[in-house]
């Protein structure tokens, strides 16, 4: 799915709900948030998105903080915005396709844009904060922060490149102290 595509997506449902906060959005939507204790460890499940006789629910990690339960139910809420009907029917955890790196990228892409107003990126920015600190300010991870910059560039915005570059499984690996590093 291109970028274009994501951004039409977060716009839509933006206008549609009138509402970014990704577990009240959930609710607008019908899509159960159940909230579950998976362990705070490196392997621990964030959480995951399941689709079954057209139900979705996302599930997520109650042990972690609530600003990550926020990132991961819009990560999730990515997930079933976006790929519902693409024939996967759980992922993150489960990732037994070979698309499932483009998904996971698409529902960062989608979470960042829902989560990161344009406004409130180059506000960050600005501040003469360093890439990390701008991060920290939107409550996000830093990775997240790229994953917005390259959302900004394909909308036509010039920017630098940024000084590090996510991949699409960086949740899945981050342990509890390491979301505190980023002033979650």
Do not use: W
Request: negative net charge.
């Amino acid at each position: 799915m291109a970028c274009d595509n994501i951004v039409r997506s977060v716009a839509k449902l933006k206008a549609k709900c009138g509402e970014t906060d990704p577990f009240a959005l959930c609710s607008l939507l019908g899509i159960p948030v159940c909230c579950s204790p998976m362990g705070k460890g490196k392997d621990a499940i964030k959480g995951f998105f399941v689709k079954s006789n057209r139900i979705k629910v996302i599930t997520v990690n109650s042990d972690l903080p609530y600003m990550i339960q926020r990132i991961i139910t819009a990560h999730e809420l990515g997930h079933a915005m976006l790929h519902a009907d693409s024939g996967m029917h759980a992922f993150h955890e489960l990732a037994l396709f070979d698309e499932s790196s483009r998904c996971e990228k698409e529902a960062n892409l989608f979470a960042s844009e829902l989560l990161i107003s344009d406004d409130d990126f180059f506000g960050a920015l600005d501040d003469g904060q360093s890439f990390s600190q701008a991060a920290s300010s939107l409550n996000v991870p830093a990775e997240f922060l790229d994953f917005k910059a390259r959302l900004m560039k394909e909308k036509g915005y010039e920017l630098g490149d940024s000084p590090i570059t996510a991949n699409s499984k960086f949740l899945k690996s981050m342990t509890v102290p390491d979301y505190y590093e980023y002033g979650c």
